[in-house]
T-cell receptor, first 114, second 112 residues
Framework: KQEVTQIPAALSVPEGENLVLNCSFTDSAIYNLQWFRQDPGKGLTSLLL???SQREQTSGRLNASLDKSSGRSTLYIAASQPGDSATYLC????WGGGYQKVTFGIGTKLQVIP | DTAVSQTPKYLVTQMGNDKSIKCEQN?????MYWYKQDSKKFLKIMFS???????INETVPNRFSPKSPDKAHLNLHINSLELGDSAVYFC???????????FGPGTRLTVL
C-alpha cells in the first residue's frame, strides 16, 4: 500500500528566503509525482509534474526533484513571496490492486511573512 | 474560461436524501477523477474514468456511483446520504491516465 508523507506539516519563513518542502513515498514503483498548491477554500492548482523517468522539473521559481530509489521528492521555492502562502500537496500515481492509484500527502502549510 | 467546473458549489441536505454533483471539463481530456477532502483536509481519490472506462476504483460505499455520459462529463451520484459524507468533493481531469491533473473548484457537501 502506497503511503505518502510530507514534512514539515507547517512552515513559516520571512519573505525572500529559499525553502524546501519534502515528500516521501513508500512504494517506489510509481508512474509520476505531481506537486499542487491549495489556497484556503479553493481547489488545487497544479505546479509541477515529474514522470518516473525524470529527475527534476522547473517552472519559474519552483524546482521539483524526484529520487525514485529513495522514495523522495523535494519542492524548492526560490526567493519566497507572501503570495506563495498556501498548502502544498504532493500526489503519487502508482499501481495496485488491479487499478491505478493516486495517493496524496497531507500537505505542508506554508506562510511567507512580509 | 473555466477548465474544470463543478455544480453546485455548495450543497446542504438532510440525511437519507439522494444527491448528484456534476462535473464538466472543456480541456478535451479523456480522463476524469473524483476526490473527497475530509474535515482534516486529507484528499483521497474515489474514482477515475478514462474514455468512460473505470481505471481507478477505491474502496468507497456503493452508495456512491460515478456516471460518465461522455468524455467531458463525470457526475457523482450519492444515495442515502450520511453525516460522514460531509466533505469537499473535487473533480479533476487529465489527458491520459499518467499526465498532469487539473482540478475543479470543489463542491462543499454538508449533510444535516
Amino acid at each position: 500500500k502506497q503511503e505518502v508523507t510530507q514534512i514539515p506539516a507547517a512552515l513559516s519563513v520571512p519573505e525572500g528566503e529559499n525553502l524546501v518542502l519534502n515528500c516521501s513515498f513508500t512504494d517506489s514503483a510509481i508512474y509520476n509525482l505531481q506537486w499542487f498548491r491549495q489556497d484556503p477554500g479553493k481547489g488545487l492548482t497544479s505546479l509541477l509534474l515529474i514522470q518516473s523517468s525524470q529527475r527534476e522539473q522547473t517552472s519559474g521559481r519552483l524546482n521539483a526533484s524526484l529520487d525514485k530509489s529513495s522514495g523522495r521528492s523535494t519542492l524548492y521555492i526560490a526567493a519566497s513571496q507572501p503570495g506563495d502562502s498556501a498548502t502544498y500537496l504532493c500526489a503519487v500515481r502508482s499501481w495496485g490492486g488491479g487499478y491505478q492509484k493516486v495517493t496524496f500527502g497531507i500537505g505542508t502549510k506554508l506562510q511567507v511573512i512580509p | 474560461d473555466t477548465a474544470v467546473s463543478q455544480t453546485p458549489k455548495y450543497l446542504v441536505t438532510q440525511m437519507g436524501n439522494d444527491k448528484s454533483i456534476k462535473c464538466e471539463q472543456n480541456l478535451g481530456h479523456d480522463t476524469m477523477y473524483w476526490y473527497k477532502q475530509d474535515s482534516k483536509k486529507f484528499l483521497k481519490i474515489m474514482f477515475s474514468y478514462n474514455n468512460k472506462e473505470l481505471i481507478i476504483n477505491e474502496t468507497v460505499p456503493n452508495r456512491f456511483s460515478p456516471k460518465s455520459p461522455d468524455k467531458a462529463h463525470l457526475n457523482l451520484h450519492i444515495n442515502s446520504l450520511e453525516l460522514g459524507d460531509s466533505a469537499v468533493y473535487f473533480c479533476a481531469s487529465s489527458q491520459g491516465g499518467h499526465n498532469e491533473q487539473f482540478f475543479g473548484p470543489g463542491t462543499r457537501l454538508t449533510v444535516l
